[in-house]
């Protein structure tokens, strides 16, 4: 049994690499004098708007909120339809049945993972889907979806394309960060997350002025004016604490990003010739933001049982699709089967990674695998 030190988990290691910088930024927050949407939430929109480069951040109460008011802020709502993968986390679904519009289940392309633009073309031609106003693309585990070719079926459309990215953080399409690369990001910064908060919270990209100014409103209350509500909007904060706390991180949000893609690179070196193995692809012109390091193979669960039962950590993200959800099994799919999805749900796993796990660990978690005796 491996000692379980050796895969601590990320959370309390994010928070002790960042721990006198978080209680100086706590105790700032403290003994200040404004604990909603103060000075902290602004500098933090700021600065992580620079970084993702773009125009506007909108600081929300978490990345579910997030997608929910992006929706809203464009007018998407009732009778609306919007394309989503069905293998994503269910808060993607969510989100837009909480906007009021109705999801269309699109399959993944089997390599990246993430939405597929020939499928999403077959599906927004089909007679069910002719109220499609926006597609949600997904950049599933940090893998940035297609954007070429979805930025023009949407073009071609006249439809939104809009990018959930709680996964992505540092994420890169033809050098660019995901999040201000369509009419708006949404993110995620549950404590999980490449860049976690020691909670919830959230946050909303976007160039247009307009979409910003709107998000603002929508956030608290739909007021424009204290007390004025000149929309209907919802309590959606991001917190002060959490703003103060999510400032320390991002500074060294850059140097982590190189950790993960440094133990993702060892993986491929010490996996890379494991014939019954599937390693996660990396599409041209994209930087993998390495949130999770998800293999696959035909062998899933007793590779499971074997890595668990030597203290391994691993997961499976995801157990089910959405479309195969109790709460969501009577969507209608907006492609026939979703037969890639179904098949990679089936033999996906996830391993170990995250900046503050050792060389030692991932050779452990490899060894474990190449001494796996085959079914």
């Given at each position: 049994?491996?000692?379980?030190?050796?895969?601590?988990?990320?959370?309390?290691?994010?928070?002790?690499?960042?721990?006198?910088?978080?209680?100086?930024?706590?105790?700032?927050?403290?003994?200040?004098?404004?604990?909603?949407l103060g000075p902290?939430?602004?500098?933090?929109?700021?600065?992580?708007?620079?970084?993702?480069?773009?125009?506007?951040?909108v600081g929300v109460?978490?990345?579910?909120?997030?997608?929910?008011?992006?929706?809203?802020?464009?007018?998407?709502?009732?009778?609306?339809?919007?394309?989503?993968?069905?293998?994503?986390?269910?808060?993607?679904?969510?989100?837009?049945?909480?906007?009021?519009a109705d999801p269309?289940?699109?399959?993944?392309?089997?390599?990246?993972?993430?939405?597929?633009?020939?499928?999403?073309?077959?599906?927004?031609?089909?007679?069910?889907?002719?109220?499609?106003?926006?597609?949600?693309?997904?950049?599933?585990?940090?893998?940035?979806?297609?954007?070429?070719?979805?930025?023009?079926?949407?073009?071609?459309?006249?439809?939104?394309?809009?990018?959930?990215?709680?996964?992505?953080?540092?994420?890169?399409?033809?050098?660019?960060?995901?999040?201000?690369?369509?009419?708006?990001?949404?993110?995620?910064?549950?404590?999980?997350?490449?860049?976690?908060?020691?909670?919830?919270?959230?946050?909303?990209?976007?160039?247009?002025?307009?979409?910003?100014?709107?998000?603002?409103?929508?956030?608290?209350?739909?007021?424009?004016?204290?007390?004025?509500?000149?929309?209907?909007?919802?309590?959606?904060?991001?917190?002060?604490?959490?703003?103060?706390?999510?400032?320390?991180?991002?500074?060294?949000?850059?140097?982590?990003?190189?950790?993960?893609?440094?133990?993702?690179?060892?993986?491929?070196?010490?996996?890379?010739?494991?014939?019954?193995?599937?390693?996660?692809?990396?599409?041209?012109?994209?930087?993998?933001?390495?949130?999770?390091?998800?293999?696959?193979?035909?062998?899933?669960?007793?590779?499971?049982?074997?890595?668990?039962?030597?203290?391994?950590?691993?997961?499976?993200?995801?157990?089910?699709?959405?479309?195969?959800?109790?709460?969501?099994?009577?969507?209608?799919?907006?492609?026939?089967?979703?037969?890639?999805?179904?098949?990679?749900?089936?033999?996906?796993?996830?391993?170990?990674?995250?900046?503050?796990?050792?060389?030692?660990?991932?050779?452990?978690?490899?060894?474990?695998?190449?001494?796996?005796?085959?079914?």
């Amino acid at each position: 049994m491996i000692p379980s030190q050796v895969f601590s988990a990320y959370p309390i290691e994010d928070f002790r690499a960042h721990e006198a910088g978080i209680r100086d930024a706590m105790d700032r927050v403290l003994t200040g004098s404004s604990y909603i949407l103060g000075p902290e939430v602004s500098a933090f929109e700021s600065e992580f708007a620079d970084w993702i480069g773009a125009r506007h951040a909108v600081g929300v109460a978490n990345g579910t909120d997030a997608i929910e008011l992006l929706l809203r802020a464009h007018g998407i709502g009732p009778g609306d339809q919007v394309a989503v993968p069905s293998h994503t986390a269910v808060a993607s679904v969510s989100a837009i049945q909480r906007a009021g519009a109705d999801p269309v289940l699109v399959d993944i392309d089997p390599v990246s993972r993430t939405i597929d633009a020939s499928t999403l073309g077959a599906a927004l031609a089909r007679e069910d889907a002719r109220n499609v106003k926006a597609v949600l693309a997904v950049h599933l585990y940090g893998h940035p979806a297609p954007l070429a070719p979805l930025q023009a079926l949407c073009r071609t459309n006249g439809l939104l394309l809009l990018e959930d990215c709680a996964q992505a953080h540092g994420a890169e399409w033809e050098g660019r960060r995901v999040g201000a690369l369509a009419d708006g990001g949404a993110f995620s910064f549950y404590p999980t997350k490449n860049l976690g908060a020691i909670g919830d919270g959230g946050a909303v990209c976007t160039n247009d002025d307009g979409i910003a100014e709107r998000l603002r409103w929508l956030r608290q209350y739909g007021w424009a004016e204290r007390y004025v509500s000149h929309v209907t909007g919802i309590n959606s904060r991001l917190d002060e604490l959490q703003a103060a706390l999510l400032r320390v991180k991002l500074r060294t949000l850059d140097q982590q990003l190189k950790r993960r893609s440094a133990l993702a690179r060892r993986y491929e070196e010490r996996l890379g010739s494991v014939g019954w193995l599937q390693l996660p692809a990396v599409s041209e012109n994209v930087r993998h933001a390495w949130h999770l390091y998800v293999i696959r193979t035909p062998h899933r669960e007793a590779l499971f049982a074997h890595l668990s039962s030597a203290g391994i950590p691993v997961a499976l993200h995801y157990p089910a699709a959405v479309h195969q959800q109790p709460a969501y099994c009577q969507l209608p799919p907006g492609s026939p089967g979703l037969p890639q999805t179904e098949s990679l749900l089936r033999e996906i796993l996830t391993l170990p990674l995250h900046p503050y796990l050792s060389d030692e660990a991932i050779d452990r978690v490899c060894e474990s695998i190449l001494s796996f005796p085959l079914p």
